[in-house]
């Protein structure tokens, strides 16, 4: 599988951003994948998740009711809007897929990763 994600930027706190990942080769609909975050020195932390099953979808606490996960299967692509971004959300965002039916929030469950878009939240 290859994705290429894009949409990272410099945006004042407050703004919104739209993330992308293109997934060059299965249906995005047929996968489960998931958007992380990472800054230096730390962990890759889970941000969201989308279930090939039934679409179940499942939030990091710090993002819950700011950031949305979606399918466009018209570019097949899978979106991260994100709504009123705050300082500490900048990093590296990152989207993942696998192939088992339910998306989990860990890292190891994902074999297959995007290279990366920065996203930088000024105050």
């Known amino acids: 599988a290859q994705l290429v994600e894009s949409g990272g930027g410099l945006v004042q706190a407050g703004g919104s951003l739209r993330l992308s990942c293109a997934h060059s080769?299965?249906?995005?609909?047929?996968?489960?994948m998931a958007w992380f975050r990472q800054t230096p020195g730390k962990e890759r932390e889970a941000v969201a998740a989308i279930s090939w099953i039934g679409g179940r979808i499942t939030y990091g606490d710090s993002v819950k009711g700011r950031f949305t996960i979606s399918r466009d299967t018209s570019l097949n692509a899978l979106i991260l809007q994100m709504n009123n971004l705050r300082p500490d959300d900048t990093a590296v965002y990152y989207c993942?897929?696998?192939?088992?039916?339910?998306?989990?929030?860990?890292?190891?469950?994902?074999?297959?990763w995007g290279q990366g878009t920065q996203v930088t939240v000024s105050a």
């Open positions: 993942a897929t696998s192939s088992k039916p339910l998306a989990t929030m860990s890292a190891s469950d994902y074999p297959y």
């Open positions: 080769g299965r249906a995005v609909s047929s996968q489960s």
